[in-house]
């Protein structure tokens, strides 16, 4: 069992974050924020696929001027990510956005950013300090011989964070994303020792869909099993829809957050003698859209099958042209190869407690 | 910079494992092995792909005897995967296989093992030791309720191993595979602790291409991370050829081998303004096939382009119609959406001193 790390809570609209809520999922829309029709309709995309909290650029008065409207269409919670400008801050706040993406310390001079403070305290709106290693502060790149290290990387944090405190301003989170492995994750270990806001976590600019999902897995993962992390964003150079089976397929493997059931499934070798990427791909179609935890072994021979049945909630073992159902490891039916997903299913049903034949292609 | 532990180093035919030689990548087919045209053939697309070592299954007399045609078809070191038989061990060994994956404790009367360790020894060849949650000892998982354990797992490793080495034979290489997470880790950095055997890395039944990516990245990241693993095989209910481009961009990722360029690029967002997923394709297109490190960045807008490109050997950042080429961080053209691929890759030919124009699509 992974031993989260506890932090403060936080609220975006009315999603928990931090604290002993589960770690949440969210994605950045990328059409123009101006154009609500397209937004929204990729909001609504990612809402569909279990995408938790979305956000919008806000690169000018007009996209800031469109959150309202965005608002009114869409169930999840919006979150404007701006950068230097309160105006545009304030805007956002005033049209009803759920959270602020900016970096106080950009923000000049350093009145404005109180209004924003006073603006996010009125409404109770949190505040991520997002700090990214392409745009490290100058006197901090030198201090570090012009390179942006993790330790700037979190120094740039706590200063933008010691701006939101001396304002009296904690409804914070933060993040801290590099475009490497080694120090993303160098970053946060070195920033949840120090700060107990809830931390968004992400690898960025990590590449398109294959090396991101890599990238991501690996830096995310490694945080997430390590206990840190509150929320995760999988950045792709992809339509942003892609992010999101690849979050939940990393909450799933650490056995975090389940959106559907888990389907262990063998590698098959020279001694299968079924077909089982055929039959374990019929049954992750089969069960893909029930929201529930459900182990499910699929497994091609006796030498691991027996060892993984027990393991699971149900499972499959395949042999010379039959196939073994077992629940929890004991054996239940032996049936013919041609009859093994109608039967399994039937046995799914009895788990699901609900009729998987539809499902059923 | 990974600190990779030291481990002894084994030779698999002209392959070393272990030591200071660099993460090997494995896989293993699922053909019947004795089907030699159908094994050799998916032997040479594994080949192709970046596979350094092929494994076999070989579970009867005829597969074994197969062995000494599959080798003579094909260039990179063949492992022999066996469950209890001594006889087929001694088979494979005649006919010229690499290393053979046996559990010595399962190989009964103990007489039996003397035999096969006596012929590697006069052969050269290693033995892997190869424990599976799925397939602990009963004695063992009575010790620990019933349950394999990482602790369990890693008492039978041992205890195979101290059979090996009773007998006076330490070309020894272990894997400890579990098909979750946690456990895999666990028992690897547990064991990693107690010998300086070679490990061969992987999460078992990992499932199909998506989820066992995700779970190997997560996984076999997480030990490389920690400096553990000198060899990795990517498990995935698919055609085992689907498995190599995972390793390599594990390892890519981590920075530990690269097969080709690292392409860095942006999740674009409401600011970009240039068609980025479309031109990030065409670059990974264009330098697929170049087997050298290099590190190119793909950026949409100006707030992280800048930092970026100045990690990069080369990078473009995109503007409203127009693209920025950047050498080390500095800029050094300036051109028009349509011709940014165009420019782009004859810089691209300047650094890897080559002609792309043939890979152009």
Not at 70 to 98: C, M, N, T, W, Y
Not at 311 to 332: N, S
Request: glycine share 8%.
């Amino acid at each position: 069992m992974i031993n989260r790390k506890e932090t403060k809570k936080v609220m975006i609209g009315d999603v928990g974050v931090g604290g002993n809520e589960p770690v949440r999922v969210q994605s950045m829309t990328n059409t123009d924020t101006r154009d609500i029709e397209e937004t929204v309709t990729q909001i609504k995309r990612l809402e569909k696929v279990g995408c938790e909290i979305a956000r919008v650029a806000v690169p000018d008065m007009k996209a800031a001027e469109a959150i309202a409207e965005i608002k009114k269409q869409i169930k999840i919670p919006l979150v404007a990510d701006i950068h230097f400008s309160a105006d545009l801050a304030l805007e956002a706040i005033r049209q009803g956005v759920d959270k602020i993406r900016i970096n106080p310390g950009n923000v000049k001079p350093i009145e404005r950013i109180k209004e924003v403070v006073i603006a996010c305290k009125e409404k109770k709106i949190p505040i991520r300090v997002g700090v990214n290693a392409g745009s490290l502060e100058e006197d901090i790149l030198q201090q570090y011989g012009n390179v942006a290290t993790a330790k700037g990387m979190v120094q740039s944090a706590l200063r933008h964070i010691t701006i939101l405190e001396e304002l009296g301003f904690e409804d914070i989170l933060i993040s801290l994303k590099a475009s490497d492995i080694e120090r993303t994750i160098e970053a946060y270990k070195e920033l949840s020792e120090k700060v107990d806001y809830p931390l968004h976590v992400g690898v960025t600019e990590a590449g398109t869909k294959f090396r991101g999902t890599v990238m991501s897995s690996i830096g995310i993962g490694a945080l997430l099993y390590a206990g840190i992390g509150d929320t995760i964003r999988v950045s792709l150079t992809d339509d942003p829809v892609e992010e999101i089976p690849v979050a939940w397929e990393i909450l799933s493997a650490l056995d975090l957050r389940h959106r559907k059931p888990t389907v262990t499934s063998c590698p098959t070798c020279g001694r299968t003698e079924i077909d089982l990427l055929k039959l374990t791909k019929e049954v992750e179609a089969l069960v893909e859209n029930f929201p529930e935890k459900l182990h499910i072994a699929v497994m091609g021979c006796i030498v691991n099958g027996p060892g993984e049945a027990k393991e699971a909630d149900i499972a499959v073992i395949g042999g010379k042209g039959v196939g073994l159902i077992c629940r929890k490891g004991e054996i239940i039916k032996k049936v013919d190869e041609k009859d093994l997903l109608t039967e399994f299913k039937k046995e799914l049903d009895k788990e699901l407690k609900s009729d998987l034949s539809k499902n059923l292609k």
